[in-house]
């Protein structure tokens, strides 16, 4: 029964912190993130705003939400840390997991006190989704531990492999940054066409038109690097095809990430698709943090 509950929990905790995440996007792209002024925690000096602006209810939902996901996160690291905390990587990421939940709280709260710069602001959207990959890897090894038949995942991965996932994910976090880098210096329509940037192949890189073109050839080299690391894994990796299957899904959701990235082009920034790709980036990332963690678990427990 308390399993049955943990499992709730766990499930709970990452569409929580998806929703956060999804949020934070929401806030960012419709300029609410002063919808409360420079309050906080309080709204307009209010627990429960009395203003109608669409904005302040969005921040202030925003807030609400966060504040429940944290609850929620906290009870679950505790929760993991007493019925797993011998199983390898569960207390790491139960203190990860708290850690950037409040981190993420904080930037924002930091940003709406003081303000910040748009490097640090981009900073804010990398620690939600370090924050959404801790709980959905808990969330991971919970089922693995107390529900899966298989019990605890461990692929052979060779060191090139294992090395070639590393890179990958650091560089899809650099990636992602520059995206939130772009949003947040108001780039997002530096360039108004595709596959040129204002009818350039190549515009001045340190303008806004060059932040979207260098975002974009980031996401051209992933993609590129994604089909490799596929072709590596059906020739060399037979044996275990859930890899390939998990590399596969990763570069359905960069190639949906590109698509509502172009469709964000042609619509002027609609609403609908700035949301759509924050969403495609949030699984990406966090099924590349899946398979980091299996490719660096050992053989013993």
């Known amino acids: 029964m308390n399993d049955r509950i943990l499992h709730g929990l766990s499930i ?8 956060v995440v999804l949020m934070g996007a929401l806030v960012t792209n419709t300029g609410s993130a002063y919808g409360c002024g420079n309050n906080w925690p309080l709204c307009y000096g209010q627990v429960i705003p009395t203003a109608h602006q669409t904005q302040t209810w969005i921040e202030f939902s925003h807030r609400v939400v966060s504040g429940l996901a944290s609850i929620l996160v ?6 993991v840390w007493i019925r ?7 207390k790491f990421l139960a203190i990860s997991s708290v850690f950037f939940i409040f981190l993420q709280a904080f930037l924002g709260a930091a940003a709406v006190l003081w303000g910040q710069s748009s490097v640090v602001l981009a900073m804010h959207f990398g620690i939600s989704l370090l924050s959404f990959a801790s709980v959905l890897l808990i969330g991971f090894i919970v089922y693995e531990e107390t ?11 060779k060191p090139g492999m294992r090395w070639n996932i590393v890179l990958l994910s650091i560089y899809s976090f650099i990636l992602i940054y520059s995206g939130a880098f772009v949003r947040h210096t108001n780039s997002t329509l530096g360039c108004t066409d ?7 192949w190549v515009p001045p890189l340190i303008s806004k038109a060059g932040f979207q073109f260098i975002h974009r050839f980031m996401a ?17 990796y037979k044996q275990t095809p859930g890899l390939a299957l998990v590399v596969v899904f990763s570069i359905i959701f960069v190639l949906l990430q590109a698509v509502t990235g172009i469709f964000i082009i042609q619509t002027n920034a609609a609403l609908t698709f700035l949301i759509l790709h924050a969403f495609f980036v949030t699984c990406f990332f966090g099924l590349l943090m899946i398979l980091l963690m299996l490719s660096l678990r050992k053989h013993s427990r």
């Open 147 to 157: 529900k899966f038949k298989t019990g605890r995942i461990v692929p052979n991965i």
């Open 74 to 79: 906290v009870i679950q690291a505790v929760w």
């Open 220 to 236: 051209l080299v992933i993609v590129i690097w994604l089909i490799a690391t596929l072709i590596a894994c059906i020739k060399r």
């Open 12 to 19: 709970l905790s990452v569409l929580i912190v998806l929703i």
């Open 84 to 90: 797993l905390g011998k199983v390898r990587e569960t």
């Open 194 to 200: 595709f596959p040129l940037c204002n009818g350039q």
